[in-house]
Structures are given as structure tokens and as C-alpha cells.
């Protein structure tokens, strides 16, 4: 009854839209799929074990019920049915059967990373730097925890970002999954899901936005390996860019303290040539908001700050300085930010989300708004406590961003101006 039940809320109630970006029922990829047919076999199964015990038990009810003037005797009073017994025995192991072998083959094909020739990276990666190993193997993304955000580390690429993921349509891309405080679990509910990240141990799993291309010829009934034309290639291009090519929501799926629910993610799917050109973006970094060089800022910072002026010039002294930013934030490029305790902010100014998902940063559809995004970011910075109860930058931060010991050794909030041009030195990372 209990499976019923179940099936009955998800499909009536969970019914009413079911093409979310955090949806198991509309897969986009190999392992949601695996583990929806799964789930779907083993609502079919439950159902009929309701639909048979359920009828013969209304049968027996109606059949054998007392009526008025009821002078039929009293059916024989027996003990044990060796034939009823074994039979429901019999039954019980079969249908265990029927749910188990497909489960366990579930399991193997989840388990096992798959060699996809397709996708080892020198198949379809342009880029020059590739080690000849890296090339040969499929791309490693290294997930890690924190209360409460995501690092992915890409460590071929020599890039690292937070709390979105990029990841190339139709390879297959394998995770390494760690925590470095308490127990979290990686959930990405259209691609793939669910992993823990557990402290001391590094979990794997492995994850593809789409099918490849010979599963792709396959659903298209198209068989046999030999089957491969400019024409093929081009309609499986437009299937990965009609439908799989778009973001989708990850989440936290381990209680992991006061902000476990505020623990979300976004992986991002993209072509091939977009991902290297993220993939480079990633790697430049950036520069001075002024265009000096970095040892030439410095010099300025140290010397004669005031010469260095303009929002972003004054949003970048309070970053490196007064709001401590750069303490335990890298941003690629600028030779003095390399911290490590907090999320990577390199281009964080172009991700669709900041305060790990929480807020929008781009509009839903990926465009630009730039005033919500202004908004959600100086909100961020200004309440973090109120938008991530208990996070450790407010922590870090004595209780409140820039609640720092001025000139005078006294407790300093940074003012809402200075919030204004460290939030538009921050947008302007991109
Ligand atoms: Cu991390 Cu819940």
C-alpha cells in the first residue's frame, strides 16, 4: 500500500509538471534513465501485488459476507494449506527475483565508469595542453563538500570552480566525490543521482548529459557500428543542442546542518567548442579593472592607493583589503588572491548563480538582468547570515561581511557603498 501511495502522489500531485530542472521523469541521461526504469518497474510490480492481494481480499468479502437469515454452516475451521504455503513462498521469491536481477544490473552499470571511446578527452578535446594520458582518459571532475557549497576541481584542465559545473553534452564525465567536513550527497536528479560525499573517503561515480552517439542511433532505430555519415553526425549535433544542451538544478541530498537545504548546485551542458572556450575563459583569469599590470596595481595599492580610483579599483582595494576577500577566495589572474577556504571566484560575475545556488544571478532563461542580479548580490554580501544561517564567511568575518577593526582597533562594518563596489568589482569578473 505504502508503494501505492507513493506512486499516487508522484504521478497525480508530482504530475502537474513534471519537465523540471530537478525532475526524475524526464531524464537526460544514461544513469537517470537506468535508475527511472528501475523505479518504474518496481512501481509496476507493487502495483500488481496491490491490484491481485487487494482483489482477492474485496472478493472474499463480498463473497463470503453474512447475510440476513444466513443458515449456511460454518465453513470447515483448518490449520495450515501446504500447497496455499508453498505456493506464496514460491511467489514471493519470484517476484523478489523480478525486482532484484534488474536491480543489481542497475547497480553494475551505475558502478562502473564506461570506456566510451567517444569520450576519452583526445576524441573530442581540441585543446593543446592535453598530457597524452589525459587524453586517453575520459574528463575527471573532483567534487568536494563544504558546509555549505561545491568546489569542482577539473584536474587535466588545471581549473577550478564553485557550485556550477560545466560539463561537455554526450561524454561521459567521471566523478570523484569528497567532503571535508560532514557527510554531503551529490544529486543531480535529470543526469544522475544519488552519491555521498563522505569525510576521509573518496566516492566515484560517473555522469553524461545525453546519450552518445551510437545509444543516440540505437533510440533512432538506426543499427549496426558501420552506420556513420556527415548527415548522422549532424542529427545528432541538433539532438544534443535541442535537448540536452541547458542547465539543470543539483542539490544537497544529505541533511548536512543549518543550511543543507540552501546547498545547491547547477550544471551547465554545453558543446564541445563552448566547453573549451569556458575552459580557456577559466584558465585566463583576470586582469586590473584599469587594464595595469598586477605588479603595477600593487605597487599603486602599496604605495599610493588613492591613485587607484573608479568603482572597480575601489571595489578591488576592499576585496584585497578592509573585507579581507582575497583570505579565502582564488580569483585566477590576480597574483595575491589564492585562498582556498572558499569558493573559487574566478568569473563568478558570469554564473547563473551565487551563494551556492540560493540566488539567482542571471535570469531563469540565462540571460541578463541586470538589476536582479545587482540586487541579489548586494543582498548576498550585506545579509549573509539571513540568506546562509550559519555559513563561515559570515563567521569568518566576526559576525557580518566587513565587520572588521579599523585604523583605531574598532569593529568596522563595512558601509553600504563599499558593499556597492565590492559587489560591482565582483560582477564585473567575467
Ligand atoms: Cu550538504 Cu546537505
Known amino acids: 500500500l505504502q508503494y501505492f501511495s507513493a506512486f499516487i502522489v508522484v504521478t497525480v500531485l508530482g504530475g502537474c509538471n513534471l519537465d523540471t530542472r530537478m525532475s526524475t521523469f524526464v531524464t537526460k541521461g544514461p544513469i537517470a534513465e537506468e535508475q527511472l526504469n528501475l523505479f518504474m518497474l518496481t512501481v509496476w ?5 496491490f491490484i491481485i492481494v487487494g482483489g482477492v481480499f474485496v472478493y472474499a468479502v463480498i463473497k463470503f ?18 500447497l496455499v504455503e508453498i505456493g506464496l513462498i514460491g511467489a514471493s521469491i519470484l517476484l523478489l527475483a523480478v525486482i532484484a536481477v534488474p536491480t543489481l544490473q542497475a547497480i553494475w552499470f551505475t558502478q562502473e565508469t564506461p570506456d566510451d571511446v567517444e569520450s576519452r578527452m583526445g576524441a573530442w578535446y581540441s585543446g593543446e595542453e592535453l598530457a597524452e594520458e589525459e587524453a586517453e582518459n575520459p574528463l575527471i571532475i573532483k567534487v568536494i563538500g563544504y558546509q555549505w557549497w561545491w568546489a569542482f576541481e577539473y584536474p587535466q584542465l588545471g581549473i577550478t570552480t564553485a557550485n556550477e559545473m560545466v560539463i561537455p553534452a554526450g561524454k561521459v564525465v567521471h566523478l570523484e566525490l569528497r567532503s571535508v567536513d560532514v557527510i554531503h550527497s551529490f544529486w543531480l536528479p535529470r543526469i544522475a543521482g544519488k552519491v555521498d560525499l563522505i569525510p576521509g573517503r573518496t566516492n566515484a561515480m560517473w555522469i553524461q548529459a545525453g546519450d552518445n552517439f551510437a545509444k543516440w542511433k540505437e533510440k533512432q532505430g538506426i543499427v549496426g557500428p558501420d552506420q556513420d555519415s556527415p548527415e548522422l553526425r549532424e542529427g545528432y549535433a541538433s539532438y544534443l543542442q535541442e535537448e540536452i544542451h541547458n542547465y539543470y538544478y543539483g542539490q544537497c541530498a544529505e541533511f548536512c546542518g543549518d543550511s543543507h537545504a540552501r546547498m545547491l548546485f547547477r550544471a551547465t551542458v554545453v558543446g564541445d567548442r563552448e566547453f573549451e572556450a569556458w575552459v580557456a575563459d577559466e584558465k585566463i583569469g583576470h586582469g586590473t579593472p584599469d587594464g595595469r599590470s598586477w605588479d603595477e596595481w600593487y605597487t599603486a595599492y602599496e604605495e599610493n592607493p588613492e591613485q587607484l580610483t573608479g568603482d572597480l579599483n575601489e571595489g578591488l582595494k576592499l576585496f584585497m583589503g578592509r573585507a579581507k576577500c582575497a583570505t579565502c577566495h582564488t580569483v585566477k589572474g590576480n597574483p595575491r ?11 563568478v560575475g558570469a554564473r547563473l548563480s551565487i551563494a551556492a545556488g540560493w540566488l539567482n544571478h542571471r535570469a531563469e532563461d540565462g540571460g541578463i538582468d541586470t538589476e536582479q542580479q545587482y540586487e541579489n548580490f548586494f543582498n548576498w554580501l550585506k545579509e549573509t547570515d539571513v540568506i546562509k544561517p550559519g555559513n563561515l564567511m559570515w563567521e569568518a568575518n566576526g559576525g557580518g561581511i566587513g565587520e572588521l577593526i579599523d585604523e583605531h582597533g574598532e569593529p568596522a562594518l563595512l558601509t553600504d557603498e563599499e558593499i556597492n563596489k565590492l559587489s560591482l568589482y565582483l560582477q564585473s569578473l567575467k
Open 65 to 82: 459476507r453474512e447475510r440476513p437469515n444466513d443458515d449456511r454452516p460454518m465453513p470447515s475451521q483448518g490449520h495450515g494449506n501446504p
Open 45 to 49: 510490480v507493487t502495483f500488481a501485488i
Open 337 to 347: 588572491a589564492v585562498g582556498v577556504a572558499g569558493p573559487n571566484l574566478t568569473n
